[in-house]
């Protein structure tokens, strides 16, 4: 008896845990929920405007934006010493060069990628001093103007160049926001805040000599900060602000380094959507309510940028964000990025989502998922999943699970150094109501631990510090990004179909049915 009583238990205990980690998402075709919201593709992230004149890098560009869809890109550097825009002469009167600024930007907008413009950083013969970012590899100068009427020329110079070169009615789509970091003293600015509002003054009035409207923008801050106070600033000094810009990171510290833990990814996974959302209420709460609301960078903290899970962290963020920001602006496209000077391995947990050898990272599956979703979105209840379909009846769910497992004794960077296999969440049932009768093919795509999982596939290899020919054929092969399903299904007169998948720790899928 006893022992029956103990495989009744067991069996008891099995279906308890099956109903538990089994998972539904039901999908009424006909229940619009309204446009999908697009705000995640609306612009992307550049180390540095020298860095655009690269072939690798704008072949990277390019086929981000094919792939992903981005429309915007905000990068540093764009008045830096590299770009040679602004020289004087023996008796101090400037000369401006536009040559590169040109060749890039040339560039940009014949792929159909428009610049979000970043005013920054000084160039060596304007600047008040000779303080610079000494621990960045090129060194840009962080220091104000020695001459505000000199700056204040030379942005209205180039914003009137950029007329000239691409006709108002282009000039008019771009965002122009004013430096990067402010509040980051002695890292970005060696000024103060009044300093900086000063500059973000000089600036926007310079802008808007060109034309009204233009749309300038700021303080760019990091950890959300500063907001409240520019738009004090602006609203008593009747300076012009179209738009409210700044920066977030998982991570409980300001600032990346090469070798700390100390910007790794917080346990607090809500960090960034309970930032962004507290951005919005104090904009709606200021003088300024319908103010558009840009976060020009954000990303995990460290450890998770090669990382399977950061696919899962990605969807998850972006989800929980909702309509709170006008754009997300992922920081960065590619590894190609010198902050602190080239990288001397393909896998070094760089900001990219694509890496020095064209290797797409599980970021890059996150966006080119996304981009495929329809434009109608569709109501569902599941609160880790996407479903739209087109304007030809096709359908796309977006699914995936965030599982944190870090343990309470270790959040370094050497964590994400290991092999961290995924454990199994059960299974994942897709149910397709009111879809019409007839013939249509079925793709699943997969991203997660060892599906389009490069840097796991790197370590396998032994993590060399270079790759062979050979060994990026072989991850590039692997890491495709083709489905791991393709099958055509009927669906009969009751209008219903079900696909049913095996769901594991921070798998990340995008399943599309569409009619043949």
């Known amino acids: 008896m006893k022992k029956i009583f103990c495989t009744i238990l067991s069996l008891f205990i099995t279906l308890l845990l099956h109903a538990q980690t089994n ?72 000369i401006y060069n536009w040559q590169y600024i040109d060749e890039l930007y040339d560039f940009l907008l014949s792929i ?69 970091e402010p509040n980051l003293k002695s890292i970005f600015w060696s000024g103060d805040q009044a300093e900086y509002f000063k500059l973000f003054e000089a600036t926007a009035r310079a802008v808007k000599s060109v034309s009204a409207d233009y749309r300038v923008g700021g303080p ?48 607090n996974m809500d960090v960034i959507p309970y930032a962004v959302k507290k951005s919005k209420h104090i904009i709606e ?57 080239p990288r001397a391995t393909p896998f070094h947990d760089g900001f990219g989502m694509i890496n020095y050898q064209d290797i797409n990272k599980p970021a890059f599956y996150a966006y080119q998922y996304l981009n495929r979703l329809g434009k109608h979105e569709l109501n569902v209840l599941d609160a880790t999943s996407f479903a739209c379909k087109d304007d030809k009846g096709n359908v796309q769910v977006l699914l995936w699970d965030f599982t944190t497992t870090i343990p309470d004794s270790i959040n370094k960077r050497d964590y994400y150094k290991k092999d961290i296999p ?48 050979q060994q990026v054929q072989t991850i590039r092969q692997k890491d495709n990004g083709a489905p791991i399903i393709q099958k055509n299904v009927l669906v009969n007169s009751n209008k219903t179909f079900s696909e049913t998948l095996d769901l594991r720790e921070n798998d990340v899928f995008l399943v599309t049915i569409s009619k043949l």
């Open 112 to 180: 159909h990628v428009r610049p979000f413009v970043e005013f920054g950083f000084m160039p060596k013969t304007l600047a008040s001093s000779n303080v610079t970012l000494s621990f960045f590899f090129w060194k840009p100068n962080i220091s104000p103007p020695k001459d505000y009427t000199k700056w204040s020329n030379l942005i209205k110079a180039l914003v009137q160049h950029w007329v000239e070169r691409y006709g108002e009615a282009e000039v008019k789509q771009w965002y122009f926001e004013v430096w990067n």
């Open 220 to 267: 760019s801050t990091a950890v959300s900060a500063c907001i409240p106070e520019l738009i004090k600033y602006c609203d008593s000094t009747k300076t012009p602000l179209d738009f409210i810009s700044t920066h977030n990171y998982g991570s409980d510290k300001t600032f990346w380094t090469d070798t700390s833990d100390a910007a790794i990814t917080t346990k």
């Open 422 to 469: 995924s454990n199994t969440k059960g299974k994942v049932t897709i149910n397709y109501k009111n879809l019409p009768a007839g013939k249509y093919e079925l793709k699943v795509y997969q991203t997660g631990y060892k599906a389009n999982d490069p840097y796991t596939l790197y370590k396998e290899m032994g993590s060399p510090s270079q790759l062979t020919k």
């Open 285 to 341: 709460q200021s003088s300024m309510p319908k103010l558009p609301l840009f976060y020009t960078e954000w990303s995990s903290g460290d450890g998770l940028f090669d990382h399977y899970r950061q696919a899962a962290y990605i969807l998850d963020k972006l989800k929980k964000t909702g309509n709170a920001a006008n754009a997300m602006s992922y920081w960065t496209f590619t590894d190609i990025f010198e902050e602190r000077g």
């Open 23 to 94: 998972r539904t998402i039901n999908v009424y075709i006909s229940d619009v929920k309204g446009t999908f919201n697009i705000f995640f593709n609306e612009c992307v992230g550049a180390g540095r405007a020298n860095e655009g004149l690269r072939a690798d890098w704008q072949r990277q560009l390019t086929y981000a934006k094919e792939q992903c869809g981005f429309r915007y890109i905000c990068m540093h550097g764009l008045l830096h010493d590299d770009m040679g825009v602004y020289f004087e002469d023996g008796k101090g009167n400037p």
